[in-house]
C-alpha cells in the first residue's frame, strides 16, 4: 500500500489545497493535475461487510439505479464489441452486472473485495467468484474480451499500479469501461465540503477529467470515448440523506447577502432544472471511460 503522503499520488505535485477536511482525514486537491486525494491513505478495515451492502440498496433509488446503469455499460459494450465473449466484472458486489450480462450472452467472470458479497455473488450466480484485493488483479488466465470497473478505481491504494493490472486483463482488441464520480460536477461545486463522495475511509481519490485522462495515459490504456452519466436520476440524487444534510447546513450551497444560507429547496429547484436543461459534462455525477490498450 502506498505511503500516507501529501504528495500526489497521480503526477508527484507537492503543491495542494484542503478540499474538504473530517477530524483526522482529509481531502487535498493537487494544484498541478486537479486529483483529489485523501490523506491519509487508508481504508477502513472491514468497511465492505453486510451493512455496507445492504445500506447501498437502501439509498434513494438503488436497486433500480443499478439496473438502470448496468444496462447502459453492457450497451457500451455491445457496441464496443459486437461478437460478445468473456466478461469480467471487477468489484463485482453481489454479481447484478454479471447476471444480466449473462442473459445477454457473455461468459462471466467477477472477482470482489468484500468476503461477503463475493459469497453472495457466487450463489446467484452459481459460478465461483475469486475474492482478492482489486490491486492484485490480473485474473489468472486468457485476457477478456470485455472488463468492467464500475465505482472502483477510487476505491484502490494505488489507481495507476491498478490499471496497469487491469490493462493485462484486457484482449489486445477487447474493452475496459470503467467509471468514477464525477468531481467536476455541479454537484460537487453545490455541496461543497459535503459533497457525497467525500467518503473518509472508503474513497481515496476522485477524478475530473483531465486527471482521470492522465490516469488512463499513464496505465498504457487509450481512452475511446468519454460519457457524463447520472448514476442516479436527477431527483433521487438530490433526495439522498448527504446531499439533503449538506444543503440544509448551508455547508457548500452558498451564501445570500447578508451570510444567510440559500434555502434547501431553493438548491435543489435551481440544481434540477440545471440537470434536466443541461446534461453533460459538468452537470452529472459519474464519469465513464471507454477504453482500449495503447
Not at 484502490?156 to 489486445?172: A, G, Q, W
Request: hydrophobic share 40%; net charge positive; proline share 6%.
Amino acid at each position: 500500500m502506498p505511503e500516507n503522503r501529501t504528495s500526489c499520488i497521480l503526477c508527484g505535485g507537492v503543491s495542494a489545497r484542503t478540499a474538504a477536511g473530517y477530524e483526522d482525514r482529509k481531502f487535498l486537491e493537487c494544484r498541478r493535475c486537479g486529483l483529489i486525494f485523501a490523506v491519509p491513505r487508508e481504508v477502513d478495515a472491514g468497511i465492505y461487510d453486510e451493512s455496507y451492502y445492504v445500506g447501498r440498496k437502501l439509498q434513494a433509488g438503488g436497486e433500480l439505479a443499478d439496473r438502470n446503469f448496468n444496462r447502459w455499460v453492457l450497451d457500451v459494450l455491445a457496441g464496443a464489441v459486437p461478437g460478445g465473449g468473456r466478461l469480467l466484472d471487477i468489484g463485482c458486489g453481489t454479481g447484478l452486472l454479471l447476471e444480466m450480462g449473462r442473459e445477454r450472452g457473455w461468459e462471466i467472470s467477477g472477482v470482489e473485495l468484500s468476503p461477503w458479497a463475493a459469497r453472495r455473488a457466487a450463489d446467484r450466480l452459481g459460478v465461483p467468484v475469486r475474492v482478492s484485493r482489486l490491486e492484485d488483479v490480473p485474473f489468472p488466465g486468457e485476457p477478456f474480451d470485455a472488463v468492467t470497473a464500475i465505482e472502483v478505481v477510487e476505491h484502490t491504494p494505488d489507481p495507476v499500479v491498478f490499471l496497469k493490472n487491469v490493462r493485462e486483463m484486457v484482449k489486445p482488441d477487447g474493452a475496459l469501461v470503467l467509471s468514477t464520480p464525477n468531481a467536476g460536477s455541479l454537484f460537487r461545486t453545490l455541496q461543497g465540503k459535503g459533497w457525497a463522495h467525500y467518503k473518509a475511509g472508503e474513497h481515496l481519490q476522485l477524478f475530473r477529467t483531465d486527471s482521470l485522462k492522465r490516469l488512463i495515459r499513464a496505465s498504457g490504456l487509450r481512452a475511446v470515448r468519454f460519457f457524463y452519466k447520472h448514476y442516479y436520476s436527477a431527483g433521487h440524487f438530490l433526495k439522498m440523506p448527504s446531499y439533503v444534510r449538506s444543503v440544509e447546513a448551508g455547508s457548500g450551497c452558498g451564501l445570500l447577502p447578508g451570510g444567510s444560507p440559500i434555502p434547501a429547496g431553493a438548491v435543489r429547484a435551481a440544481a434540477k432544472r440545471f440537470v434536466v436543461r443541461y446534461p453533460g459534462r459538468y452537470l452529472s455525477d459519474n464519469i465513464v471511460a471507454l477504453c482500449r490498450r495503447a
